[in-house]
């Protein structure tokens, strides 16, 4: 997106085409509504990018099929030289018709045709410089069909697409709809409009439209139509002056056989437009963040430095990028039909009026069809940023250039700096509305990824506090690591072939995220097809499992004009969260992972642990799609954005905790009900708190140990520094599989003896770790100044005294459990109430007793119990054991 500088935003409204409601298609769905086409096609229109084209910002859906489009605007265009006292020069006619020409060019390239050129949609901005608008109109509304009324202006429509005649997909009078139109359709209006400039009048305005029609297909049969119009509006003399290059150009653009006349890209290398030409730089599409070219490569600084330090009370809000300040405009309270409703470009009725028709009980019909006066009004209604910079009156100017080496405050400095440092503790749903802390985030978040990989650090960083909604998608592809040439890489994978994955993704793909507008657009359900297919031929070890298709959701909505890096980031994401979870026979995987999970469960909230245990209601009965797809499938796309914010910034464990807190926030039901209305719960989940689950989430990961929840099917390590993995962060920390294994490390367990223990283990490294035992004994402490954890040692009195982990205590297990195993005694009794709700590791010198012993603990329902993998025997190479020192 261009920055919006002497540009201002501008709305126009029209009505998509009405489908009958008792109507399935093909596969038995309701027909998708044309709104939803339209605005489906209407996307990659934003990212067409040229000097002489407005740029698309935004399209909304209203009721009834109304479509409200925002996009670049200026108030003057090409009308104010249409008079005769205000005819331009021949010199000015060539500079119009050359920078038309461009922006044509441009648009044929990308495969598009505006084919409603006219006066009022060729712009021009402050400079005079020529800017087309509406130039998607044809594009968006698949040539015409999916609306009611016919693209383009009579008088300007070329010969060939006047012999088309009107097409409507419900007309059954034609049989298959006529061809779309080609780029020479538009060399035709310009040439209408030159002449127009030439003549100082307009053409065929005084005549009835079906006339004019005709007037225009007979001049199929005129050898000089440029002559014959002159003659027939009265200006023969005023076009006999005109420069003979000014006359050539008329002529074979009002050529009137598509075969002779010439393309946009051809008239563009004419020896007109010689002396003219030279003026012009060819336009060079900026790189994109992920490529292989330099980004830099094309930037120039001033001959004079100190140019740049100017201050000459700029407005500064124009230098941001067009998206950004219609984002912000809306953030400040900008409503779309409010304002077109002032310009009474939208007319309110009372209901009954707005009915088509109504039916008495006789069975008689009364009313009219919908008053098609109102389905365009080519009025662009400017939007007024008066609100919005009022909002932001206040943001000083450092604000929107920010030093990202600045270390002594991460918020530019303003007026109401303390208002700004305020809402960073304010609800995120809070923060994401609020006009001014949205500007300053963006605007870092740009610079930042402007500069990635280099400030691949600072994004992390930032990305800790929130990001914003505007910048999301590319903010997730910096934490997930991607660089390099996404495109060339998504453009090498053959996504045409069919293959036996096909048919399921078909079936899939219908059902997945529908009641997103974009998502459920055709354009929605191909790219999601080209995603998925090109993930499933790419990763050939690997199978299409059902839920690889909500997983693949939040990457496309969020790159929905990218798809190359939506492929990337879900390509990315997979490995790191659900490594091998999409083989052929996954059971090993998945159940190696739920049984961490419920470990985890028992780890942070043995009461509810026990209870899902009593009744049955294992994670195996609810978790898989929960962990198969990320929440995607069990939560709406808002609230997976928020989710999976802080996801991205957690390792392959952050799942369980993300788990454990959606069970807390149920805590009360499930306790209170058994198997079967468990089962009814999960079935139709209730609402979730996503902040709340949030916040708890990572406070869980806070309490629970690094190898805690080491998986040996999670992703084998990495190479050190692969993707800046959370090096700066305090709780978001790397894998534990990912550190150098040495014997102090955790060692694999198979599934049977891992299911067999209700506990986690947790390897030596960590017991030293978290009792910072080699810094002279001391002992990490928590907030209230009490050591976090305590080691129960659990073997005889002479084995403890023989040696022991410094502060450790002694419950030796033959007195807790007797011979056949039975409790004999609390564990409580001897003094462990006191450490309730620390972490709890249980150490002996055999593995069995220590898993007893720990569920027993959780038994009691004792938090954050664990044992200590490979037990004492571990820790004596290390010299770390103590000795009680003798009684004197």
């Known amino acids: 997106m261009r920055s919006l500088k002497d540009a201002q935003l501008g709305a126009f409204t029209f009505f998509a085409s009405a489908l009958p409601h008792d109507v399935c298609g093909s596969n038995g769905l309701p027909l998708t509504p044309n709104s939803i086409k339209i ?32 996009a670049e605007h200026y108030e003057n265009c090409l009308s104010i030289f249409q008079k005769p006292e205000n005819a331009p020069s021949a010199e000015k006619v060539l500079q119009i018709a050359y920078e038309v020409l461009e922006g044509l060019e441009f648009m044929n390239k990308n495969g598009l045709v505006h084919r409603a050129l006219g006066p009022n949609n060729v712009l021009m901005d402050c400079k005079g410089n020529v800017k087309l608008a509406k130039f998607g109109l044809y594009h968006m509304t698949d040539h015409g069909a999916d609306v009611d009324f016919p693209i383009g202006y009579p008088s300007y429509l070329a010969p060939e697409v006047i012999a088309q005649g009107s097409f409507h997909p419900s007309d059954p009078s034609r049989d298959e709809a006529p061809l779309p139109s080609g780029p020479k359709s538009d060399v035709w209006s310009l040439g209408i409009l030159l002449f127009e400039l030439c003549a100082g009048r307009r053409l065929l305005q005084n005549i009835d439209i079906s006339e004019r029609l005709k007037f225009i297909l007979t001049l199929g049969c005129m050898d000089d139509i440029v002559t014959v119009l002159a003659e027939e509006h009265g200006c023969l003399d005023t076009i006999k002056e005109l420069p003979d290059s000014v006359l050539e150009l008329l002529r074979k653009c009002l050529t009137f056989l598509p075969s002779k006349r010439p393309t946009p890209a051809e008239l563009l290398q004419d020896p007109v437009f010689n002396s003219i030409s030279c003026h012009y730089t060819p336009f060079q599409k900026p790189v994109s963040l992920f490529s292989s070219s330099l980004r830099c490569a094309h930037l120039v600084l001033p001959d004079d430095i100190s140019d740049l330090c100017k201050d000459n009370d700029e407005d500064y809000l124009s230098e941001r990028a067009i998206d950004e300040v219609y984002h912000l405009w809306c953030l400040a309270g900008g409503d779309l039909e409010k304002e077109l409703t002032n310009q009474e470009i939208i007319q309110s009725k009372p209901p009954i009026s707005t009915l088509p028709n109504f039916v008495l009980e006789d069975g008689e019909t009364f009313g009219q069809g919908r008053d098609r006066s109102f389905l365009l009004d080519d009025t662009t209604v400017t939007l007024s940023l008066c609100q919005l910079r009022n909002r932001l009156k206040d943001v000083a100017r450092e604000a929107y250039y920010p030093l990202l080496e600045d270390e002594q405050s991460s918020l530019p400095q303003s007026n109401s700096s303390n208002e700004l440092s305020a809402a960073v503790t304010l609800p995120l749903i809070i923060r994401e509305r609020d006009t001014e802390y949205q500007l300053i985030r963006i605007i870092l978040f740009d610079r930042l990824l402007k500069a990635y990989p280099y400030k691949k650090t600072l994004v992390w960083k930032e990305a800790r506090v929130d990001i914003p909604p505007l910048v999301r998608g590319l903010a997730w592809a910096g934490l ?5 040439d996404i495109q060339a890489k998504y453009e090498g994978i053959d996504k045409d072939t069919p293959i036996p994955t096909d048919r399921q993704i078909e079936v899939d793909i219908p059902r997945c995220h529908q009641y997103d507008e974009l998502l459920s657009s055709p354009q929605g359900h191909i790219k999601f097809r080209r995603v998925l297919k090109a993930w499933v ?6 199978v299409y499992w059902q839920g690889l298709d909500s997983l693949c959701a939040p990457f496309l909505y969020l790159n929905f004009n990218n798809e190359a890096l939506a492929y990337a980031c879900m390509s990315a994401f997979i490995p790191k969260y659900l490594y091998n979870f999409f083989l052929k026979d996954n059971s090993h995987v998945i159940q190696e992972y739920l049984t961490v999970f419920s470990q985890m469960i028992a780890f942070h909230d043995p009461e509810l642990s026990n209870h899902l245990n009593e009744i049955g209601f294992i994670p195996d009965l609810y978790a898989i799609p929960w962990f198969l797809t990320m929440f995607t499938h069990v939560f709406p796309l808002h609230k997976i954005f928020h989710l999976w914010d802080t996801l991205l910034l957690g390792n392959s464990s952050f799942p369980f905790c993300i788990g454990v807190a959606i069970l807390q926030q149920l805590r009360d039901r499930l306790l209170a009900n058994g198997f079967n209305e468990c089962i009814l719960l999960f079935s139709d989940l209730p609402e979730i708190d996503i902040e709340r689950c949030v916040r708890e989430s990572i406070s869980l990961f806070c309490w629970t140990p690094k190898s805690a929840t080491y998986r040996q099917h999670a992703q084998p390590p990495k190479v050190a520094g692969d993707n800046g993995f959370a090096k700066t962060s305090t709780y978001y920390s790397s894998d534990y599989q990912d550190m150098p294994k040495t014997d102090l490390s955790r060692e694999p367990l198979s599934l049977v003896d891992l299911k067999a223990e209700v506990s986690p283990r947790i390897s030596a490294e960590d017991l030293i770790d978290l009792c910072e035992l080699s810094l002279s004994g001391s002992s990490k402490r928590n907030k209230t100044g009490k050591p976090k954890i305590v080691a129960v040692d659990i073997r005889t009195a002479e084995d403890f005294n023989r040696g022991h ?9 033959n007195t807790t459990f007797g011979p056949e195993n039975e409790v004999v005694q609390c564990p409580a009794a001897g003094g462990l109430q006191s450490y309730r709700g620390r972490v709890i590791v249980v150490i002996s010198h055999n593995m069995k007793s220590a898993a007893m012993f720990a569920a027993h603990l959780v038994k009691m329902s004792f938090p954050r119990v664990c044992n200590l993998d490979g037990g004492i025997n571990k820790l004596k190479p290390t010299g770390l054991l103590t000795v009680p020192s003798p009684q004197i």
Do not use: A, M, W
């Not at 982990?805 to 297990?813: A, K, T, Y």
């Open 537 to 542: 031929v790419s990763h050939p070890d690997l």
């Open 480 to 484: 997930l690591g991607i660089e390099g």
């Open 39 to 70: 605005l489906g096609r209407f996307q990659i229109l934003k990212t067409i990018t040229h000097p002489r084209l407005c740029q698309y910002v935004d399209i909304s859906r209203g009721k009834h099929e109304r479509l409200i489009v925002v």
């Open 805 to 813: 982990i410094s502060g450790s205590i002694n419950i030796p297990f």
